[in-house]
């Protein structure tokens, strides 16, 4: 499984930016596909996730109502539309992706860089 995560990049606080990461290497019935994040200093946390099959997403708190996770099969990608952006979410942002039946996300993209300044 090959994740290729792009989009990243500097935006002022109120932005948007769109991150993409195209899967390859099998194919992805019943995986689970997924953004997290990491600021300088602190912890990996989730963002979204979503499923392949029937596209139910979940966001964190803190995504709800700014950030949307979506996927296309043909493209075989997933996107992550970030809007009303906030210093605090300056981080490294990866995808990752599990089977349904792993506990954790095992599958993981290089990061891709956001930077939002106020």
């Known amino acids: 499984v090959q994740l290729q995560a792009s989009g990243g990049g500097s935006v002022q606080a109120g932005g948007s930016l769109r991150l993409s990461c195209a899967a390859s290497?099998?194919?992805?019935?019943?995986?689970?596909m997924g953004w997290f994040r990491q600021a300088p200093g602190k912890e990996r946390e989730v963002v979204a996730t979503i499923t392949w099959n029937l596209g139910t997403t979940n966001y964190a708190d803190y995504a709800k109502g700014r950030f949307t996770i979506s996927r296309d099969k043909a493209k075989v990608t997933v996107y992550l539309e970030m809007d009303s952006l906030k210093p605090e979410d300056t981080a490294v942002y990866y995808c990752a992706t599990r089977s349904s039946a792993a506990r954790q996300f095992n599958y993981w993209g290089q990061g891709t860089l956001v930077t939002v300044s106020s």
């Open positions: 290497g099998r194919t992805f019935t019943n995986w689970v």
